[in-house]
């Protein structure tokens, strides 16, 4: 499924599927060049566990990394895959779902 942009391009949009713990680093860069709140940074406890970023519990987080939080609001503009410095994140083709 490929849609038309202002300029009747053809563009077929890569949504975000998935975000590899074991890479990412948390640094935030794919959550500050998404304008749609599909992901959001949670801490890793000490158990392997993810909680919610607190201040009060920061010394319990062993590390921090993205999680997808709204899979369906992803529009497939690819910015996050851009700006990730550790190639964590997993995209489907908007084609390949389709099918």
Known sequence: MSVVA???RRWTPDYLNSIDAKKCIGCGRCFKV???DVMTLKGIS????LVDLD???DDEIEKKM??????GACIG???CARVCPANCQTHVSAE???V
């Open 96 to 98: 390949a779902k389709a």
């Open 34 to 36: 998404c304008g749609r």
């Open 55 to 57: 201040d009060d519990e």
């Open 6 to 8: 202002r300029d009747g």
């Open 77 to 79: 503009c690819g910015a």
């Open 46 to 49: 000490e158990e392997g566990e």
């Open 66 to 71: 993205m999680v997808i939080s709204d899979q």
